[in-house]
């Protein structure tokens, strides 16, 4: 299946490289790349540089783009715009903060998503202040819920909260761990769950028995991580 | 009379000059309100256009000649001046088309289609405190100056004129679009920068062509 890359704009070079950084942590095969700075390397957004990293990374499925400030938005909208229509609709400019966007739209392409669901990752990565804002109660009616404890030694921090929402997603059920959205990787790393800890999974769905299984059977063999 | 592609060069040529006399008050201007560069961002832009268009056939049609200053600007100008102005001329390349020789209305097209790609790339509306504010005085200016039969330097001079006083309306303004935005009323009794440099941008077209009519 055709991978979808990601490019990150930034008026500041060291932004840009930074961001690839921390995203390829979770997402070491996805293609990310930094188009930072001017072509002077001072501070600012080059048409040049951007255009070279949408051409690399859409060559895939497609890119989703990353952007900083205004202007960085626009130098990006131009770029679009230059390409043929048919690869105009291959790149996505991401409504999205760039940091919590990037990790979020790394993870999703990591895990084989398409061009919709790595924006989608990307754009929905707000609001993560607050992991529990939009809490989630599927208590009641046939909720299937399980607990275990955490036993990894690293609890759930970047890699096995990827694993986790990974797991989660392939799933139609809803599902929560700790009462929020098992599917979203920001919000499953905001729990701050280290090891040790009891976790509560709980699902709703058709396959929620299913689901519920499967991520309790990850959590309790550690992640494939030593303990 | 109509002005030809000699105009259109004696315009990016007479804009990358008072850009670049300009530079250090449009950046100062953006110091106030923004990041501080604007200034030296189209100095470099239209030095770059300046030495590219020296490439050109002397017989290049204005609008090849505009598409250039467009596809420079915006793979020279790192802030969003860069994207919006490029794209203006962009627009303002595609408005003129095949045509050798610019009568009153295509000049009117050419301003419209500048004004409107900018809208385009920037989604600014007029008050919101930038180049828009410049721009669209110059294109209503311009379309009532053809309605009434000027010829194109005139029609460019009322432009200009307008397009002066709608930089000068942008100093009581909070900005709306922009990295000035976040200033909120800070951003009150300073000129925008980008309002400024646009209105510098009409001015040089009408100050050329007043030159190139005295000449014929």
Not at chain 1, 94 to 109: F, R
Request: proline share 3%.
């Amino acid at each position: 299946m055709p991978t979808i890359g990601i490019v990150i704009v930034s008026h500041s070079a060291k932004i840009a490289e930074g961001v690839v950084e921390l995203a390829r942590q979770m997402a070491p095969s996805t293609t990310l790349l930094a188009a930072g700075g001017t072509d002077e390397g001072g501070i600012g957004t080059s048409f040049d540089r951007i255009s070279a990293a949408v051409a690399t990374a859409s060559a895939g499925g497609g890119a989703v783009v990353l952007c900083d400030l205004g202007s960085a938005i626009l130098t990006s909208e131009t770029v679009v715009d230059f390409l043929d229509d048919a690869d105009k609709e291959r790149v996505v400019i991401a409504d999205a903060p760039l940091v919590e966007g990037a990790v979020a739209a790394a993870v999703a392409a990591e895990t084989g998503g398409d061009l919709d669901q790595v924006a989608q990752a990307a754009s929905s990565a707000t609001g993560v202040a607050d992991v529990h804002a939009d809490e989630r109660d599927l208590r009641g009616g046939d909720a299937v819920e399980r607990s275990t404890t955490i036993v990894n030694a690293s609890g759930l921090h970047a890699r096995p909260a990827a694993e986790l929402v990974k797991h989660a997603s392939a799933f139609q059920a809803d599902v929560t761990v700790n009462g929020v959205d098992a599917k979203s990787l920001l919000r499953i790393m905001g729990l701050n769950v280290g090891a040790g800890s009891t976790v509560a999974i709980m699902a709703t769905g058709p396959d929620a028995e299913a689901a519920v299984d499967e991520l309790i059977a990850l959590i309790d063999g550690g992640f494939g991580e030593k303990a | 009379m109509t002005l030809d592609s000699t105009w259109v060069r004696a315009w990016i040529e007479r804009t990358a000059e008072v850009v670049t006399a300009e530079r250090h008050a449009l950046s100062e201007l953006d110091r106030q309100i923004g990041d501080g560069d604007h200034g030296e961002n189209l100095a470099r832009g239209f030095a770059a256009v300046r030495e590219r268009m020296t490439e050109l056939p002397d017989d290049a049609p204005p609008a090849v000649v505009v598409r250039l200053v467009a596809t420079t600007l915006i793979s020279t100008v790192g802030g969003a001046a860069g994207p919006l102005l490029g794209t203006a001329y962009l627009k303002a390349a595609a408005a003129l088309g095949e045509a050798r020789e610019l009568d009153s209305d295509s000049v009117v097209s050419l301003l419209t289609a500048a004004r409107d790609g900018i809208v385009l790339r920037g989604k600014a509306d007029s008050g919101d405190k930038t180049m828009v504010d410049a721009w669209t005085p110059a294109v209503e200016a311009a379309t009532e100056s053809a309605g009434a039969g000027a010829d194109p330097a005139a029609v460019l001079r009322s432009a200009a004129d307008a397009a002066a006083l709608g930089a000068a309306s942008t100093e009581p303004l909070v900005a709306r679009k922009g990295r000035a935005s976040y200033l909120g009323d800070r951003a009150v009794g300073h000129r925008d920068p980008g309002a400024q440099s646009s209105s510098l941008i009409i001015t040089a077209a009408a100050d050329t062509a007043a030159e190139s009519t005295k000449e014929s």
